[in-house]
Structures are given as C-alpha cells and as structure tokens.
C-alpha cells in the first residue's frame, strides 16, 4: 500500500441522496453515495502532454501490459500486427519517468522489455527500445492468462511506486489452465494492482474478461475489430496516467443493531463490493474502490436498521474515505457522509422513492436482465431470452441509457420500448451478442 503527499492527493467529497423517513415497522434504509475526486492537477496534463514530466507533478506509477501472443493471434494475421501497434501506441502514452514493462502470454509468460525481472523506467530511449522490441512479438502456443497476472505482480511489485496497473488483452479462451488456476491468480493479485482487460475478435469468453477486470477493479471491453486497437489502448493509458491516488476505501460504520445488506458500485460501471469488504474495527468495514484520478462516482450502500417506534431517528451508517497503510494505520481522506432513517407516520414520506435510489436500482436490474436474457439466449429457451431482453428495452428506455437501447437493438426487434414488447432477432452477429454483454453493466448519470 502507498504512503501519500497532501500534495499529489486530489479533494474528495461524498455526498449522499436519500429518503430517510420510514414507516413504523421499517427496517431497510438505503442511500446512494457519490463520491467525486478533483483538483488532482495530472488529468489533462497527462494526457495533453505525456512525456512533460517533473518528479512531483504525477504520482510515481509502474504500467504491465501483457499482450495475447497465443497461435490464435495469426488468424487473421493483422490481428498480431495491430496488438504490436496498440501497444507501441500505449508507449508512446506513457509519461517520462513511469515504470513500465511488455509481457507475452502464451500458456506461459514472457518477458518482452526490458527483461531480467525489472522494470523499465519510461523516457525516449527506453520507449524506442521497447518498441523494437515489439517486433519480435509472434504468434504461437496456448493461453494460460493466471501466467501472466502473476508475472505482472511480481514485476509491479518490484518497483516502489504508488500506482500499480495492469493492462490485459486476449483474442481467445483461456483454455491451457483451470478456472481454479484463473482465480487463485485473481485473489493473489487482487489489491496489488488493479488491471483494465480487453478482448479483441469474438473468440474469448466474455464472463473471463469481464471477471479480471472486476477482481483487479478495472474496466473490460470488447475491441471487435483489431484495427480500433491502438485508439482504445491509447486511451486506456491516457485514463492509467491519470490517476493519481491508489488503493481508496469506502469505509462504511454502522451503529449496534445495524447489518450492512450490501454496497455496490452502480456509476459509472455496476459492481457488487459486498464481499470484498475487510473488517475495520469494531462496526466498520472497508470496501476497495481501486485508483481515482478526477472523476465522480455512484455506489449504492443498502442497511438494515434495528425497529424504532414513530419519532424516533438515528444514524444509520457513516460512510467516509481512507487508505489503508501496510502498517495497519490509515490515511484518511476527509470527506464523509451520514445516512440517517427517521421514523413517521407521515405515509407520503415514507412511502416516496428517491429518485436517486430507484434510478439505480433499475440500472442494476437492466445489467442482471441483460445478462440473463443473453445466458437464456444461449440455452436456447427463447420464451425466457425475449422476456428478460423485453424487461431490459424496458429499463433502458426509461432510464434514458441510450447507449445499452443501441446494443440491444441489434439483438431484438423493439416492438414496443415502453412495454418491453421485442422479438428475437433471427441473425445476430456475434460481435453485436459480445458488445452487449461486455458494456451491459455500464450505466448512465441520474441527471442531478
């Protein structure tokens, strides 16, 4: 874990939206909480001007990119040739001063640059050695992804740096470990650094790359075409080179009697962090939000609250922010929020949603039914595909999610958006069926 400089640490603030009246007998009270970062100062300058770099203007930070060399990555052969592009485009993106390293996995990991178990540290003479050492990368052999995770950990770990990222990208399925293999790798490098995952084509599994980036608390996407690669890699590196503070909790307290039911991220992406939460003292918990730049964020935080009679209120959880240090102490970053429920007989205000609250419960339901529609799919029960599929057009379109009602329209027919009356399409290209299942947790904004 990081030790950090008031200096380099952006401002975070929480701010928390809910109704906290309940009704006599009411137990559940549930809040979202946002939480935003700014003020960081590298975002943008990163980015506008990567390689100007002054120790102290960006956080130190080491980047692992393994990069799929598997045989599959000949079939078609650009497919080789823009995976060696996108990440000689990465490198170019990396800022002066940043540790880096290019590994190639097959059902084994290799090192590509620099070699000999260390880092390289980022520069113009480094950045073109690396890249001539990309064109040595060929296709050929299996794909054991856990072999590559592992070497990026130790390689990251190497070096002492704030920010640790990973940057993954396969073409097919990890057919040459166990699935058990996958995720002891997972839980080992889990907290260690944090990993965006890409899968390029439509030959990998997608639960596989979405389930990396979930555990290494990163993004996943789908690249179907191997020629939008460099952009997407660029701009994966640009996003890691702006961040600026690693390894933040959401620390959650709650009073006696009181029983988390759950915390999940639902902006911009949806994620469940219940289980991932680590005892913090007596009635707290940290649950891990990875690295932040300037950003702004959702999470959903749902309590159960012991019974109360008309009149009464109480504190129903404490949310704040920290990082936990490998000493056991914790760095607290200052910001907090209250969670309150008050108890009425005033039934119009226990009984009113926040729009917050029912705006995000219906995002995380649109990313469940997609998921289950497209499993249903697969199974062949189309009865049960077109219901869940409906419900999805459904939740889209009155959450205003444009972007998921596209996807979804290359795989149904919409009869009616508001019903949720659709037909299955005959035909669809895989590539349509991959995008959304990939992008279906992504979420939209509640417009404030």
């Keep these: 874990m990081a030790n950090f400089s008031k200096s380099n640490v952006p401002q975070f603030s929480v701010d928390v939206y809910q109704n906290e009246y309940l009704p006599e007998g009411g137990r559940e009270v549930n809040a979202i909480v946002t939480v935003s970062a700014t003020g960081g100062g590298t975002i943008g300058s990163a980015v506008a001007s990567p390689h100007l770099y002054t120790p102290g203007q960006g956080p130190d930070a080491a980047v692992a990119i393994m990069v799929d060399c598997s045989g599959s990555m000949d079939y078609p052969p650009a497919k080789m040739r823009n995976a060696r592009d996108a990440t000689a485009a990465a490198i170019d993106t990396l800022r002066d001063g940043v540790h880096f390293a290019v590994i190639g996995g097959t059902h084994v990991a290799k090192e590509v640059y620099p070699g000999g178990g260390r880092l390289a540290v980022a520069d113009a003479s480094t950045r073109d050695q690396a890249k001539q050492a990309l064109r040595k990368l060929s296709a050929g052999g299996g794909t054991a992804i856990g072999t590559w995770l592992r070497l990026a950990d130790r390689l990251l770990s190497s070096a002492e740096v704030s920010i640790r990222h990973g940057i993954l990208l396969t073409d097919g399925r990890n057919e040459h470990e166990s699935p058990e293999d996958l ?79 759950f915390v999940k991220q639902v902006a911009p992406t949806v994620g469940d962090l219940t289980d991932r939460r680590t005892e913090a003292g007596p009635r707290a918990g940290d649950y891990p939000t990875g690295s932040w730049g300037d950003e702004s964020r959702d999470y959903h935080v749902c309590v159960q609250v012991p019974t109360a009679g008309i009149g009464q209120e109480m504190l129903a959880a404490r949310v704040s922010l920290v990082i936990p240090q490998s000493d056991g102490s914790v760095q607290n970053l200052g910001a907090q929020g209250l969670v309150r429920a008050v108890w009425t007989d005033d039934m119009t205000a226990s009984t009113s949603i926040n729009p917050q609250v029912a705006h995000y419960t219906g995002q995380a339901e649109l990313a469940q039914v997609i998921q289950q529609g497209l499993d249903l799919r697969k199974a062949g029960d189309v009865d049960g595909a077109t219901a869940k599929l409906g419900r999805a057009v459904q939740l889209a379109g009155a959450s205003g999610n444009a972007d998921t009602a596209k996807l979804l329209a290359k795989v149904v027919d919409v009869v009616d958006v508001a019903a949720g009356t659709v037909r299955l399409k005959a035909r669809v290209a895989e590539a349509d069926e991959m995008t959304l299942e990939t992008r279906s947790t992504k979420t939209v904004r509640v417009k404030k």
């Design 183 to 261: 995720r002891a790798a997972l839980d080992s490098c889990a907290g260690r650094f944090t990993c965006d995952a890409r899968g390029v084509g439509t030959d990998w599994e997608v639960k596989e790359v979405t389930g990396i980036a979930s555990a290494l608390l990163g993004t996943a996407d789908i690249v179907a075409d191997p020629a939008a690669l460099a952009a997407d890699f660029t701009h994966m590196m640009e996003t890691a080179m702006g961040k600026e503070v690693a390894d933040v909790a959401l620390r959650v307290w709650t009073p006696v009697g009181t029983e988390i039911k």
